[in-house]
């Protein structure tokens, strides 16, 4: 994957992640809606930072072929992106929403277990379709 196309990746599994995590926080934990947003946003600038590094090294370790990757590859991609990102965000859950870390495992908890499933289908998704790669074809025609 060139350097254009991750960047469209990242951004695109990002925005598509907030739309779902911000409301769904919102309505679910009753934490402040302007607080969730700036709280999304922070960690999204961050997990598309990681998702770029990680998904280099990763290809760079597995290979590049990523239409025959299987399941089990695709569940070790999701967990290992995760554990990178748990390192940042509960810190930074407890400290700007000034709750408790039991209050931020909990929060983070709901976080992970979504974000597992989304990276998973997302990345799975992506890889079968290449919506980049789509949307270059149809602007060159």
């Keep these: 994957m060139r350097v254009m196309e991750r960047i469209f990746q990242a951004i695109f599994f990002e925005v598509t992640a907030l739309a779902l995590v911000v409301p769904a926080t919102v309505v679910i934990a009753g934490l402040e809606t302007q607080?969730?947003?700036?709280?999304?946003?922070?960690?999204?600038?961050?997990?598309?930072?990681?998702?770029?590094?990680?998904?280099?090294?990763?290809?760079?370790?597995?290979?590049?072929?990523?239409?025959?990757?299987?399941?089990?590859v695709r569940i070790f991609h999701a967990l290992g992106f995760e554990l990178g990102m748990v390192v940042i965000t509960l810190p930074a859950l407890t400290w700007y929403l000034?709750?408790?870390?039991?209050?931020?495992?909990?929060l983070e908890a709901g976080f992970l277990i979504f974000i597992?499933?989304?990276t998973f289908v997302f990345n799975w998704l992506y890889d079968r379709y290449q919506p980049y790669t789509k949307c270059i074809k149809t602007a060159a025609q």
Aim: positive net charge.
């Design 35 to 72: 607080k969730m947003l700036i709280v999304g946003m922070g960690l999204s600038l961050f997990a598309m930072f990681w998702n770029y590094i990680y998904n280099i090294v990763f290809d760079k370790w597995v290979g590049q072929n990523r239409i025959e990757r299987g399941g089990w």
């Design 98 to 106: 000034n709750i408790s870390w039991l209050a931020a495992v909990t």
């Design 116 to 118: 597992l499933i989304y």
